[in-house]
């Protein structure tokens, strides 16, 4: 069993910074990838950023130079620090993980149960 335990989001202001945290727990011999999507009410999820074990970074347009994902290898967590917060970044952010659960088995893909971010105008 694997869980992923995001937190850190809250209410802030336009322009004003967050960081998000997730932690991933249980049976993981290695973690492939880890990111960040987010959903905003009526939208669907969307990549937000994306970091791979050897530290390689994916962001989504919308966050370029305003976000910037981090992890720890050895102790399976990611950050997302979030700068020059806008309304239009409002939605509940989740963390997401591919996996090994153990050498030999196919990568699997756990979801945390997201944290809300609120940026307020």
């Known amino acids: 069993q694997v869980q992923l335990v995001e937190s850190g989001g809250g209410l802030v202001q336009a322009g004003g910074s967050l960081r998000l945290s997730c932690t991933a727990s249980?049976?993981?011999?290695?973690?492939?990838?880890m990111g960040w999507y987010r959903q905003a009410p009526g939208k669907q999820r969307e990549l937000v950023a994306r970091?791979?074990?050897?530290?390689?970074?994916n962001y989504s347009d919308s966050v370029k130079g305003r976000f910037t994902i981090s992890r720890d290898n050895a102790k399976n967590t990611m950050s997302l620090q979030m700068n020059s917060l806008r309304p239009e970044d409002t939605a509940v952010y989740y963390c997401?993980?591919?996996?090994?659960?153990?050498?030999?088995?196919?990568?699997?893909?756990?979801w945390g149960q997201g944290t809300q971010v609120t940026v307020s105008s």
């Open positions: 970091i791979f074990r050897g530290g390689n970074t």
């Open positions: 249980g049976s993981i011999f290695s973690i492939n990838a």
């Open positions: 997401n993980a591919l996996l090994l659960v153990e050498p030999g088995l196919p990568p699997t893909v756990s």
